[in-house]
Protein backbone atom coordinates (compact mmCIF):
# COMPACT_ATOMS: atom_id res chain seq x y z
CA UNK A 1 0.00 0.00 0.00
CA UNK A 2 1.44 3.67 -1.11
CA UNK A 3 0.00 5.01 2.47
CA UNK A 4 2.19 2.35 4.23
CA UNK A 5 5.41 2.55 2.53
CA UNK A 6 5.68 6.62 2.33
CA UNK A 7 4.52 6.56 6.46
CA UNK A 8 6.46 3.29 7.42
CA UNK A 9 8.53 4.63 10.14
CA UNK A 10 4.92 6.98 11.81
CA UNK A 11 3.04 3.70 11.86
CA UNK A 12 5.79 2.09 13.37
CA UNK A 13 6.60 4.54 16.10
CA UNK A 14 2.86 4.98 17.13
CA UNK A 15 2.91 1.07 17.36
CA UNK A 16 5.93 2.10 19.91
CA UNK A 17 4.20 4.49 21.73
CA UNK A 18 1.46 2.31 22.38
CA UNK A 19 3.32 -0.66 24.03
CA UNK A 20 5.42 2.06 25.81
CA UNK A 21 2.47 3.33 27.76
CA UNK A 22 1.45 -0.66 28.76
CA UNK A 23 5.01 -0.55 30.94
CA UNK A 24 5.43 3.45 31.56
CA UNK A 25 4.80 2.68 35.22
CA UNK A 26 6.72 -0.92 35.68
CA UNK A 27 9.64 -0.11 33.42
CA UNK A 28 11.89 0.74 35.32
CA UNK A 29 11.09 0.24 38.73
CA UNK A 30 9.94 3.80 40.61
CA UNK A 31 13.42 5.72 41.42
CA UNK A 32 12.90 8.09 44.68
CA UNK A 33 14.82 10.87 41.93
CA UNK A 34 11.32 11.34 40.36
CA UNK A 35 9.99 11.84 42.91
CA UNK A 36 12.52 14.06 44.73
CA UNK A 37 11.85 16.50 41.21
CA UNK A 38 8.15 16.03 40.98
CA UNK A 39 7.55 16.81 44.68
CA UNK A 40 9.47 20.08 44.15
CA UNK A 41 7.44 21.05 41.08
CA UNK A 42 4.64 20.02 43.28
CA UNK A 43 6.06 22.28 46.58
CA UNK A 44 6.33 25.26 43.30
CA UNK A 45 3.09 24.92 42.54
CA UNK A 46 1.64 24.84 45.85
CA UNK A 47 2.95 27.32 47.35
CA UNK A 48 3.31 29.73 43.52
CA UNK A 49 6.87 30.32 44.10
CA UNK A 50 10.08 29.08 42.93
CA UNK A 51 11.84 30.02 46.41
CA UNK A 52 11.40 26.90 47.87
CA UNK A 53 12.67 23.85 48.51
CA UNK A 54 11.72 20.11 48.77
CA UNK A 55 9.19 19.49 52.07
CA UNK A 56 10.29 16.20 52.74
CA UNK A 57 13.72 17.49 53.73
CA UNK A 58 13.75 19.82 56.60
CA UNK A 59 16.99 19.06 57.95
CA UNK A 60 18.97 17.70 54.98
CA UNK A 61 20.64 20.81 53.46
CA UNK A 62 18.69 22.04 50.42
CA UNK A 63 18.86 25.52 48.40
CA UNK A 64 16.86 27.01 45.91
CA UNK A 65 18.56 27.42 42.54
CA UNK A 66 17.31 27.93 38.77
CA UNK A 67 19.42 25.49 36.88
CA UNK A 68 16.53 23.31 36.83
CA UNK A 69 13.75 25.41 36.66
CA UNK A 70 12.88 24.92 32.97
CA UNK A 71 12.32 21.05 33.84
CA UNK A 72 9.84 22.30 36.86
CA UNK A 73 7.92 24.47 34.42
CA UNK A 74 7.60 21.69 31.83
CA UNK A 75 6.08 19.49 34.47
CA UNK A 76 3.69 21.80 36.17
CA UNK A 77 0.96 20.99 32.92
CA UNK A 78 1.28 17.33 33.28
CA UNK A 79 0.52 17.52 37.02
CA UNK A 80 -2.23 20.33 36.70
CA UNK A 81 -4.23 18.62 34.01
CA UNK A 82 -3.62 14.63 35.06
CA UNK A 83 -3.05 14.77 38.86
CA UNK A 84 0.27 14.15 40.67
CA UNK A 85 1.59 10.76 39.97
CA UNK A 86 3.98 8.84 38.43
CA UNK A 87 1.97 8.24 35.47
CA UNK A 88 1.35 12.05 34.92
CA UNK A 89 5.62 12.72 34.89
CA UNK A 90 6.61 9.77 33.16
CA UNK A 91 4.34 10.43 30.56
CA UNK A 92 6.05 13.43 29.70
CA UNK A 93 9.01 11.60 29.40
CA UNK A 94 7.64 9.52 27.03
CA UNK A 95 6.24 12.39 24.94
CA UNK A 96 9.77 13.98 24.98
CA UNK A 97 11.34 10.68 24.12
CA UNK A 98 8.67 10.10 20.83
CA UNK A 99 9.99 13.57 19.61
CA UNK A 100 13.58 12.78 20.30
CA UNK A 101 13.39 9.66 17.93
CA UNK A 102 11.50 11.72 15.15
CA UNK A 103 13.98 14.73 15.87
CA UNK A 104 17.19 12.04 15.82
CA UNK A 105 15.69 11.17 12.21
CA UNK A 106 15.81 14.50 11.06
CA UNK A 107 19.62 15.15 11.86
CA UNK A 108 20.53 12.05 10.16
CA UNK A 109 18.55 13.64 7.44
CA UNK A 110 20.57 17.27 7.75
CA UNK A 111 23.48 14.68 7.79
CA UNK A 112 22.84 13.43 4.22
CA UNK A 113 22.06 10.37 5.57
CA UNK A 114 18.71 8.60 3.55
CA UNK A 115 15.45 9.05 4.94
CA UNK A 116 15.33 5.10 4.89
CA UNK A 117 18.63 4.72 6.70
CA UNK A 118 17.78 7.93 8.80
CA UNK A 119 14.01 5.93 9.57
CA UNK A 120 15.99 2.71 10.74
CA UNK A 121 18.94 4.36 12.49
CA UNK A 122 16.01 6.06 15.00
CA UNK A 123 14.20 2.93 15.50
CA UNK A 124 17.07 1.53 16.23
CA UNK A 125 17.94 3.96 18.85
CA UNK A 126 13.96 3.41 20.33
CA UNK A 127 14.65 -0.10 20.59
CA UNK A 128 17.79 0.46 22.91
CA UNK A 129 17.24 -0.52 26.87
CA UNK A 130 18.96 2.53 28.05
CA UNK A 131 16.77 5.06 25.98
CA UNK A 132 13.20 3.06 26.77
CA UNK A 133 14.68 3.49 30.15
CA UNK A 134 15.50 7.11 29.92
CA UNK A 135 12.09 7.74 28.33
CA UNK A 136 9.68 5.85 31.22
CA UNK A 137 12.05 7.72 34.00
CA UNK A 138 10.67 11.39 34.99
CA UNK A 139 14.23 12.62 35.42
CA UNK A 140 16.03 15.53 32.91
CA UNK A 141 18.05 13.23 30.93
CA UNK A 142 15.58 12.65 27.79
CA UNK A 143 14.64 16.43 27.87
CA UNK A 144 18.49 17.54 27.70
CA UNK A 145 18.56 15.07 24.92
CA UNK A 146 15.71 16.04 22.97
CA UNK A 147 16.91 19.87 22.94
CA UNK A 148 20.19 19.21 22.24
CA UNK A 149 19.48 17.48 18.89
CA UNK A 150 16.16 19.80 18.13
CA UNK A 151 18.92 22.79 18.41
CA UNK A 152 21.40 20.48 15.86
CA UNK A 153 18.91 20.02 13.50
CA UNK A 154 17.73 23.65 13.46
CA UNK A 155 21.30 24.60 13.26
CA UNK A 156 21.75 22.17 10.32
CA UNK A 157 18.79 23.33 8.49
CA UNK A 158 20.53 27.03 8.68
CA UNK A 159 18.44 28.19 11.30
CA UNK A 160 20.80 29.31 13.79
CA UNK A 161 19.31 31.79 15.81
CA UNK A 162 16.47 28.86 16.67
CA UNK A 163 19.28 26.48 16.95
CA UNK A 164 21.26 28.59 19.25
CA UNK A 165 18.26 29.78 21.40
CA UNK A 166 16.98 26.22 22.10
CA UNK A 167 20.47 24.97 23.17
CA UNK A 168 20.66 27.58 25.31
CA UNK A 169 17.26 27.42 26.84
CA UNK A 170 18.75 23.78 27.64
CA UNK A 171 20.90 25.17 30.17
CA UNK A 172 17.58 26.05 32.74
CA UNK A 173 16.89 21.66 32.54
CA UNK A 174 19.70 20.41 34.75
CA UNK A 175 23.48 20.72 34.53
CA UNK A 176 23.78 18.44 31.85
CA UNK A 177 22.37 21.01 29.65
CA UNK A 178 25.74 22.90 29.96
CA UNK A 179 27.21 19.34 28.35
CA UNK A 180 25.07 18.72 25.51
CA UNK A 181 25.93 22.98 24.60
CA UNK A 182 29.59 21.60 24.88
CA UNK A 183 28.75 18.80 22.40
CA UNK A 184 26.64 21.40 20.21
CA UNK A 185 29.57 23.84 20.22
CA UNK A 186 32.50 21.74 18.48
CA UNK A 187 30.36 20.08 16.00
CA UNK A 188 29.22 23.88 15.13
CA UNK A 189 32.81 24.62 15.46
CA UNK A 190 33.61 21.77 12.67
CA UNK A 191 30.14 22.46 10.43
CA UNK A 192 28.46 25.42 10.26
CA UNK A 193 31.56 28.11 12.02
CA UNK A 194 29.26 31.36 10.76
CA UNK A 195 26.67 30.20 13.69
CA UNK A 196 29.41 30.59 16.39
CA UNK A 197 28.88 34.11 17.18
CA UNK A 198 24.97 33.16 17.78
CA UNK A 199 25.37 30.22 19.88
CA UNK A 200 28.36 32.15 22.17
CA UNK A 201 25.93 35.30 22.52
CA UNK A 202 22.31 32.72 23.50
CA UNK A 203 24.49 30.80 26.10
CA UNK A 204 26.44 33.66 27.58
CA UNK A 205 23.20 35.38 28.29
CA UNK A 206 21.66 31.87 29.27
CA UNK A 207 24.32 31.44 31.77
CA UNK A 208 24.14 35.08 32.97
CA UNK A 209 20.46 34.95 33.81
CA UNK A 210 20.61 31.69 35.47
CA UNK A 211 23.36 33.01 37.90
CA UNK A 212 21.05 36.19 38.17
CA UNK A 213 17.93 34.17 38.91
CA UNK A 214 19.87 31.89 40.90
CA UNK A 215 21.10 34.31 43.37
CA UNK A 216 17.86 36.30 43.83
CA UNK A 217 16.54 32.94 45.44
CA UNK A 218 19.90 32.30 47.00
CA UNK A 219 22.22 34.98 47.80
CA UNK A 220 25.02 32.69 48.75
CA UNK A 221 24.23 30.25 45.89
CA UNK A 222 28.05 29.79 45.00
CA UNK A 223 28.81 28.69 48.05
CA UNK A 224 25.61 26.34 49.04
CA UNK A 225 25.87 24.44 45.29
CA UNK A 226 29.89 24.10 45.36
CA UNK A 227 29.17 22.78 49.08
CA UNK A 228 26.47 20.44 47.50
CA UNK A 229 29.11 19.46 44.61
CA UNK A 230 31.79 18.64 47.01
CA UNK A 231 28.95 15.72 48.20
CA UNK A 232 29.32 14.32 44.47
CA UNK A 233 33.18 14.22 44.40
CA UNK A 234 32.64 16.94 41.68
CA UNK A 235 35.40 19.03 43.42
CA UNK A 236 38.15 15.67 43.28
CA UNK A 237 41.90 15.89 42.32
CA UNK A 238 42.67 14.49 39.04
CA UNK A 239 43.99 11.20 40.08
CA UNK A 240 40.14 10.54 41.70
CA UNK A 241 38.78 11.86 38.60
CA UNK A 242 40.81 9.71 35.98
CA UNK A 243 40.13 6.33 38.76
CA UNK A 244 36.19 7.56 39.13
CA UNK A 245 36.14 7.56 35.31
CA UNK A 246 37.33 3.97 34.75
CA UNK A 247 34.99 3.02 37.20
CA UNK A 248 31.99 4.50 35.47
CA UNK A 249 32.48 2.07 32.52
CA UNK A 250 33.35 -0.82 34.62
CA UNK A 251 30.56 -0.52 36.46
CA UNK A 252 28.24 0.03 33.27
CA UNK A 253 30.02 -2.64 31.82
CA UNK A 254 29.27 -5.14 34.37
CA UNK A 255 25.83 -3.67 35.50
CA UNK A 256 27.16 -2.52 38.76
CA UNK A 257 24.98 -0.20 40.27
CA UNK A 258 23.99 1.23 44.06
CA UNK A 259 20.26 2.37 43.32
CA UNK A 260 19.48 3.27 39.71
CA UNK A 261 18.60 0.77 37.04
CA UNK A 262 21.39 0.08 34.90
CA UNK A 263 20.27 -1.09 31.14
CA UNK A 264 22.44 -3.69 29.23
CA UNK A 265 24.73 -1.49 27.43
CA UNK A 266 27.10 -4.35 27.13
CA UNK A 267 26.46 -5.18 23.42
CA UNK A 268 26.91 -1.41 22.21
CA UNK A 269 30.40 -0.91 24.09
CA UNK A 270 31.24 -4.28 22.57
CA UNK A 271 30.46 -2.98 18.95
CA UNK A 272 32.00 -0.08 19.13
CA UNK A 273 35.05 -1.17 18.02
CA UNK A 274 33.60 -3.25 14.84
CA UNK A 275 31.70 0.42 14.55
CA UNK A 276 35.01 2.53 14.15
CA UNK A 277 36.34 0.14 11.70
CA UNK A 278 33.22 0.05 9.64
CA UNK A 279 33.60 3.59 9.48
CA UNK A 280 36.95 4.02 8.51
CA UNK A 281 36.51 1.80 5.79
CA UNK A 282 33.18 3.63 4.61
CA UNK A 283 34.12 7.19 4.70
CA UNK A 284 31.21 9.29 5.61
CA UNK A 285 33.11 11.98 6.53
CA UNK A 286 30.47 14.35 7.64
CA UNK A 287 28.63 12.31 10.51
CA UNK A 288 31.86 10.79 11.43
CA UNK A 289 33.49 13.88 12.34
CA UNK A 290 29.50 14.70 13.94
CA UNK A 291 29.85 11.47 16.02
CA UNK A 292 33.30 10.80 17.14
CA UNK A 293 33.79 15.08 18.49
CA UNK A 294 30.31 14.30 20.17
CA UNK A 295 31.51 10.84 21.70
CA UNK A 296 35.13 13.06 22.82
CA UNK A 297 34.09 15.77 24.13
CA UNK A 298 31.24 14.03 26.18
CA UNK A 299 33.60 11.97 27.87
CA UNK A 300 36.33 15.00 28.52
CA UNK A 301 32.85 16.87 30.24
CA UNK A 302 32.07 14.16 32.38
CA UNK A 303 35.72 13.62 33.10
CA UNK A 304 36.08 17.55 33.90
CA UNK A 305 32.80 18.20 35.64
CA UNK A 306 33.77 14.78 38.14
CA UNK A 307 30.09 13.38 38.10
CA UNK A 308 29.87 10.27 36.72
CA UNK A 309 26.03 9.49 37.10
CA UNK A 310 24.79 6.17 34.95
CA UNK A 311 22.25 7.89 33.41
CA UNK A 312 24.61 9.87 31.70
CA UNK A 313 25.88 7.29 29.38
CA UNK A 314 22.17 8.24 27.41
CA UNK A 315 23.80 11.07 25.57
CA UNK A 316 26.81 8.33 23.98
CA UNK A 317 23.85 6.44 21.75
CA UNK A 318 22.38 8.86 19.59
CA UNK A 319 25.78 9.36 18.38
CA UNK A 320 27.53 5.91 18.10
CA UNK A 321 24.27 5.37 15.77
CA UNK A 322 24.98 8.13 14.21
CA UNK A 323 28.31 6.63 13.26
CA UNK A 324 26.71 3.29 12.72
CA UNK A 325 24.15 3.77 10.19
CA UNK A 326 26.27 6.49 8.54
CA UNK A 327 29.15 3.91 7.85
CA UNK A 328 26.82 1.33 7.10
CA UNK A 329 25.40 3.39 4.08
CA UNK A 330 28.25 4.73 2.75
CA UNK A 331 29.41 0.96 2.76
CA UNK A 332 26.40 -0.12 1.14
CA UNK A 333 27.31 2.69 -2.06
CA UNK A 334 30.75 0.96 -2.51
CA UNK A 335 30.59 -2.56 -1.53
CA UNK A 336 29.79 -4.44 -4.70
CA UNK A 337 30.47 -7.97 -6.43
CA UNK A 338 32.04 -8.38 -9.87
CA UNK A 339 30.70 -10.35 -12.29
CA UNK A 340 33.72 -10.08 -14.84
CA UNK A 341 33.80 -6.85 -15.38
CA UNK A 342 30.34 -5.76 -14.47
CA UNK A 343 29.94 -4.47 -11.28
CA UNK A 344 26.44 -4.63 -9.24
CA UNK A 345 25.25 -3.02 -5.92
CA UNK A 346 24.96 -5.74 -3.01
CA UNK A 347 20.90 -6.72 -2.58
CA UNK A 348 19.81 -9.58 -0.34
CA UNK A 349 16.43 -10.67 -1.44
CA UNK A 350 15.81 -7.44 -2.92
CA UNK A 351 16.66 -5.35 0.45
CA UNK A 352 20.20 -3.32 0.46
CA UNK A 353 22.58 -5.55 2.59
CA UNK A 354 22.95 -2.43 4.87
CA UNK A 355 18.87 -2.27 5.60
CA UNK A 356 18.91 -5.52 6.82
CA UNK A 357 21.34 -5.53 8.53
CA UNK A 358 20.27 -2.61 10.35
CA UNK A 359 16.58 -4.23 10.65
CA UNK A 360 18.69 -7.48 12.22
CA UNK A 361 20.42 -5.05 14.43
CA UNK A 362 16.68 -3.30 15.31
CA UNK A 363 15.17 -7.36 16.00
CA UNK A 364 18.26 -8.08 18.34
CA UNK A 365 17.74 -5.19 20.35
CA UNK A 366 14.31 -5.28 20.67
CA UNK A 367 14.66 -8.75 22.03
CA UNK A 368 16.81 -7.79 24.29
CA UNK A 369 14.66 -4.67 25.47
CA UNK A 370 11.74 -6.90 25.76
CA UNK A 371 13.76 -9.18 27.88
CA UNK A 372 14.55 -6.74 30.49
CA UNK A 373 11.03 -5.36 30.50
CA UNK A 374 9.22 -8.89 31.11
CA UNK A 375 11.39 -8.99 34.52
CA UNK A 376 9.69 -6.21 35.67
CA UNK A 377 5.47 -7.93 34.85
CA UNK A 378 5.25 -8.33 38.50
CA UNK A 379 6.13 -4.80 39.51
CA UNK A 380 3.36 -2.71 40.76
CA UNK A 381 4.40 0.75 42.47
CA UNK A 382 0.80 1.90 42.38
CA UNK A 383 -0.27 -1.42 44.14
CA UNK A 384 2.08 -0.55 46.54
CA UNK A 385 1.64 2.55 47.13
CA UNK A 386 -2.18 1.55 47.65
CA UNK A 387 -1.00 -0.94 50.42
CA UNK A 388 0.06 2.05 52.22
CA UNK A 389 -2.71 4.62 51.62
CA UNK A 390 -5.08 2.04 53.42
CA UNK A 391 -3.75 2.10 56.68
CA UNK A 392 -2.70 5.43 56.28
CA UNK A 393 -5.45 8.54 56.46
CA UNK A 394 -5.24 11.81 54.71
CA UNK A 395 -3.26 14.97 55.63
CA UNK A 396 -1.48 12.58 58.31
CA UNK A 397 2.28 13.41 58.98
CA UNK A 398 4.46 10.40 57.99
CA UNK A 399 8.01 9.92 57.89
CA UNK A 400 9.29 7.03 55.65
CA UNK A 401 11.26 6.43 52.30
CA UNK A 402 10.71 9.20 49.51
CA UNK A 403 9.67 6.84 46.99
CA UNK A 404 6.33 6.66 48.85
CA UNK A 405 5.96 10.15 48.05
CA UNK A 406 3.16 9.80 45.25
CA UNK A 407 0.90 8.33 48.53
CA UNK A 408 0.89 11.75 49.91
CA UNK A 409 -0.38 15.21 49.52
CA UNK A 410 2.25 18.54 50.03
CA UNK A 411 4.37 18.28 52.73
CA UNK A 412 3.20 15.23 54.55
CA UNK A 413 5.64 12.81 53.85
CA UNK A 414 9.57 13.41 55.56
CA UNK A 415 12.13 11.23 54.18
CA UNK A 416 14.64 9.03 56.38
CA UNK A 417 17.62 10.91 54.72
CA UNK A 418 16.85 14.07 57.39
CA UNK A 419 17.84 11.88 60.26
CA UNK A 420 21.86 11.80 59.35
CA UNK A 421 21.22 15.95 60.80
CA UNK A 422 19.84 14.97 64.15
CA UNK A 423 23.13 15.89 66.09
CA UNK A 424 23.60 18.76 64.10
CA UNK A 425 20.44 20.50 64.95
CA UNK A 426 20.40 19.22 68.41
CA UNK A 427 17.32 17.31 67.77
CA UNK A 428 16.93 13.46 69.26
CA UNK A 429 15.11 11.63 67.19
CA UNK A 430 11.78 11.73 69.79
CA UNK A 431 12.34 15.56 69.68
CA UNK A 432 11.87 15.13 65.53
CA UNK A 433 8.84 13.17 65.64
CA UNK A 434 6.95 15.24 67.96
CA UNK A 435 7.96 18.38 66.94
CA UNK A 436 7.05 17.58 63.25
CA UNK A 437 3.96 16.34 64.71
CA UNK A 438 4.69 12.63 62.94
CA UNK A 439 2.45 10.16 63.81
CA UNK A 440 2.81 7.67 60.80
CA UNK A 441 6.51 5.22 60.44
CA UNK A 442 7.28 3.53 56.99
CA UNK A 443 9.80 1.30 57.92
CA UNK A 444 11.38 -1.07 55.53
CA UNK A 445 13.65 -4.54 56.17
CA UNK A 446 16.38 -2.63 53.39
CA UNK A 447 17.47 0.09 56.41
CA UNK A 448 18.28 -2.80 58.96
CA UNK A 449 20.66 -4.40 56.65
CA UNK A 450 22.34 -1.21 56.15
CA UNK A 451 22.88 -0.46 59.56
CA UNK A 452 24.25 -3.65 59.62
CA UNK A 453 26.47 -3.17 56.27
CA UNK A 454 28.03 0.40 56.55
CA UNK A 455 29.17 0.32 52.63
CA UNK A 456 25.54 1.38 51.97
CA UNK A 457 25.60 4.40 54.62
CA UNK A 458 25.76 6.37 50.91
CA UNK A 459 22.05 6.07 50.68
CA UNK A 460 20.93 7.64 53.67
CA UNK A 461 23.40 8.54 55.72
CA UNK A 462 24.65 6.61 58.92
CA UNK A 463 21.49 4.14 59.63
CA UNK A 464 22.77 3.28 62.62
CA UNK A 465 23.10 6.33 64.46
CA UNK A 466 19.34 6.57 64.60
CA UNK A 467 17.70 2.87 63.54
CA UNK A 468 17.96 1.38 67.18
CA UNK A 469 16.40 4.35 68.99
CA UNK A 470 13.61 4.47 66.44
CA UNK A 471 13.03 0.38 66.94
CA UNK A 472 12.98 1.26 70.39
CA UNK A 473 10.71 3.79 70.13
CA UNK A 474 8.35 1.57 67.82
CA UNK A 475 8.59 -1.21 70.49
CA UNK A 476 7.31 1.22 73.00
CA UNK A 477 4.72 3.43 71.33
CA UNK A 478 4.48 1.65 67.91
CA UNK A 479 1.14 -0.18 66.78
CA UNK A 480 2.19 -2.32 63.89
CA UNK A 481 -1.07 -1.66 61.43
CA UNK A 482 0.31 -3.18 58.29
CA UNK A 483 3.25 -5.72 56.73
CA UNK A 484 3.52 -6.76 53.81
CA UNK A 485 6.02 -8.10 51.22
CA UNK A 486 7.71 -6.02 47.97
CA UNK A 487 10.68 -7.33 46.65
CA UNK A 488 10.67 -4.13 44.46
CA UNK A 489 10.10 -0.75 46.89
CA UNK A 490 10.72 -2.55 50.09
CA UNK A 491 14.54 -2.29 49.19
CA UNK A 492 16.50 0.13 46.90
CA UNK A 493 19.44 -1.57 46.23
CA UNK A 494 19.57 -2.84 42.82
CA UNK A 495 21.37 -6.12 43.42
CA UNK A 496 18.95 -7.31 45.75
CA UNK A 497 15.79 -6.17 44.20
CA UNK A 498 13.59 -9.32 43.00
CA UNK A 499 15.40 -11.10 45.40
CA UNK A 500 13.27 -12.37 48.61
CA UNK A 501 12.65 -11.39 51.04
CA UNK A 502 12.14 -7.79 51.98
CA UNK A 503 8.87 -6.07 53.87
CA UNK A 504 7.51 -2.91 54.37
CA UNK A 505 6.13 -2.09 57.81
CA UNK A 506 3.37 1.14 58.79
CA UNK A 507 3.12 1.61 61.84
CA UNK A 508 0.97 4.02 64.08
CA UNK A 509 2.52 6.25 66.88
CA UNK A 510 0.32 5.98 70.32
Known amino acids: MPFLRKHWFFILIAIYTFFSLLWLTRFPFVHSDESWLSGLTR ?27 LFHTLQMPWILTLGYSILSVRLMSLCFGILTLITFRRV ?65 LHPNGFIAAGILFFIILILKRRALPMVILTHTL ?45 KLYHRISATYYNANILPWLTALPVIILIDLLSKHKRASYVGFTAILVLNAALLAIGRFNPTSILFAFPWVILILTASLEKAGQVITFSSKTKLKNLNLAGIPWHYGLLILMIACSVYG ?16 LNQIKTVIPNGSKVLGNLNTEYAFGPGELLDYRNLEFLEESNLT ?26 KWNILYGDVSKWLPELETLLAERGRELLRFRDDTYSVRIVRYIHTPEWYTTVYELK
Open 43 to 69: QMMTLKSFQVTEPFFDLYPRNPHAIKL
Open 108 to 172: LIRLDISAQTASLGALLLGASSQFVYASHTARQEIVVLFFMLLALERLLADRPWTGAAISAAGLW
Open 206 to 250: SLFLIIAASLALDPHFFTNYLSYGDTLEVTADAASRLENFRDFYL
Open 369 to 384: TAKEVMKTAEDDYNGY
Open 429 to 454: LTDYIETRGIRYIILTDELAYIARNP
